[in-house]
């Protein structure tokens, strides 16, 4: 069984938004350890937004226009994209404290 599994990428178009999910077997989630992260092609992987003991943290760059969720009754996490441009194209994984990744999904941002 795949611990993480995310879905919810595609082709948008720049200006448009998205959702993304990530569904945790259960007994991985947790939810102060759960994260977001993306990889552009020839970048290397960067944090998107994570969940900690203090709240949830997002990267500078994506403040504004990230929102990161978590429904503890489905063992969901959810990212919440809007303003998505070109350089947004990239894959995205959920992790459990940047160490059990999930497979990724893939969002294209191109008009």
């Known amino acids: 069984q795949v611990p993480l599994v995310e879905s919810g990428g595609g082709l948008v178009q720049p200006g448009g938004s998205l959702r993304l999910s990530c569904a945790a077997s259960?007994?991985?989630?947790?939810?102060?350890?759960m994260g977001w992260y993306r990889q552009a092609p020839g970048k290397q992987r960067e944090l998107v937004a994570a969940i900690t003991d203090g709240g949830t943290d997002y990267a500078p760059k994506f403040q504004g226009r990230v929102t990161f969720t978590a429904d503890t009754s489905t063992n969901t996490t959810y990212v919440d994209i809007i303003g998505l441009r070109p350089d947004d194209t990239a894959d995205y994984y959920c992790a459990v404290a940047a160490s059990v990744w999930g497979q990724g999904t893939r969002v294209t941002v191109s008009s």
């Open positions: 259960g007994g991985i989630f947790t939810i102060n350890a």
